[in-house]
Structure formats: C-alpha cells, structure tokens
C-alpha cells in the first residue's frame, strides 16, 4: 500500500500560484495519483488525476517526476474560494475496483 | 443529473442502537463505496459495493455492514453504534474501475 506524506497546512494570498507537494515513495507501477478538494461539510470533490509527467486541466495542473515517489499540484492564482483541504492519494489497485486511502491532507488557507 | 445523494443529512442515536444510511449513485454509475470521516482527519475506506456484493473491505468491524439494491443504490448499516461511531459518513460512486469518485455530502452522525 502506497502511503502519501503531505505538508499539513499551507497559508496563500488571493492571486498567488500554490503548490502542493505530495510524497509517495512506494506507488505501484500500475497506480494512478489522484487529488481531491474538501470545503467543510461537503464530501471530497476530484480535482485531477495523472500517470506521469504533466496533467493540466481547466482547475488545476499536476507535476509528476520521472520517478513518479512525488507529484505537485499546482494551483494557478488562487481565491479565498480555494480555501479547503487538499488530498493526495494513491489508488490501491486491486482485482476488482479500486480502493482509495485517504491521508490526512493539507489544508491551504488563502487570505485576502 | 443528479449527484450522489445521501439521505438523512443528519442524525442522532444513542450508545447500542443500530443506525442505516441510504445513498443514490451518480447517474450511470455502479460501485458505491463508503467512507466514515472523523473530525479534522481524512475519510476512511469502510467497503465498496459492485453488482450488490461487497468487493473490498476496509479495517472496520462486523458491526458495519452494507448492501447494494439492483438499481445500484445503497445502505450502510451499523449495529452497536459507539460513542466513536460519531463520524461523516461519505458516499461515493464510481462507474466500474474508474478511480474517479464522485462524493455526497455525507449524513453527519451523532452518538450520544
């Protein structure tokens, strides 16, 4: 099983590019690495997801290593909206679906 | 298109008794999977439902258990609640093995 090790809180400003960096030292060759948002009383929203290299989509972009034990989310000029708590995750890839291990995230508090 | 809905919103039992949480997948999706989340730590896996049969199991006891209807809804059921038993409990679908999981809001329990 793939543990994910993150920052557990990061501080922004309105308008500044964020990044998040994840550690995964043991992913699988088969796992994909997938990043969920969670505002307060609301379940965990996908984010992004990527394999390798760069994944960028209309939220947010995804840096992953060569050596894949880390990826960075990058979030582009960030808003109080953005305020929420951020997980990395590893998906265990088993014979039949996939189950999902959450950490304890990394709760980003962007200020005005 | 409806989202995953979880019904009720919230609830509040008492120490023994038994408890059961409903949930609606995602339009077109099949797999629900459920996950308790305690206060200030991320969701953790509890089982994952496909073709009415539990297909993977999370470290949580007998006591929880769960079913899958033909129309892919599902319920989570907890008998003996404990005080630590209080917890978020989140629904999530997904369509077949796409690690993609698309989240309710969850049904906040209390026991007291």
């Known amino acids: 099983l793939a543990k994910t090790t993150q920052p557990i809180s990061m501080d922004s400003y309105e308008g500044q590019e964020v990044n998040i960096t994840c550690s995964h030292n043991?992913?699988?060759?088969?796992?994909?690495i997938t990043w969920y948002q969670q505002f307060p009383s609301q379940g965990p929203r996908f984010i992004i997801q990527?394999?390798?290299t760069k994944v960028t989509n209309e939220v947010a972009s995804l840096f992953i290593p060569a050596d894949r034990k880390s990826s960075t989310l990058s979030l582009p000029r960030v808003s109080l909206s953005d305020t929420a708590v951020y997980y990395c995750?590893?998906?265990?890839?088993?014979?039949?679906?996939?189950?999902?291990?959450f950490g304890a995230g990394t709760i980003l508090r962007v200020k005005s | 298109d409806a989202g995953v809905t979880q019904s009720p919103t919230h609830l509040i039992k008492t120490r023994g008794q038994q408890v059961t949480l409903r949930c609606s997948p995602k339009?077109?999706?099949?797999?629900v999977s459920w996950y308790q989340q305690a206060l200030g730590q991320g969701p953790q896996f509890i089982f994952q439902?496909?073709?009415?049969?539990?297909?993977q199991r999370g470290n949580f006891p007998d006591r929880f258990s769960g079913h899958q209807f033909p129309n892919y809804s599902s319920e989570l059921n907890v008998n003996a609640l404990l005080l630590g038993d209080s917890a978020l409990y989140l629904c999530?679908?997904?369509?077949?093995?796409?690690?993609?999981?698309?989240f309710g809001s969850g049904t906040q329990l209390s026991v007291l």
């Open positions: 999530a679908s997904s369509f077949e093995n796409n690690e993609k999981l698309f």
């Open positions: 043991n992913i699988a060759t088969n796992d994909y």
């Open positions: 990527g394999y390798k």
């Open positions: 995750l590893v998906g265990e890839q088993m014979e039949y679906g996939n189950k999902l291990v």
């Open positions: 339009s077109g999706h099949d797999t």
């Open positions: 439902y496909y073709e009415e049969e539990e297909r």
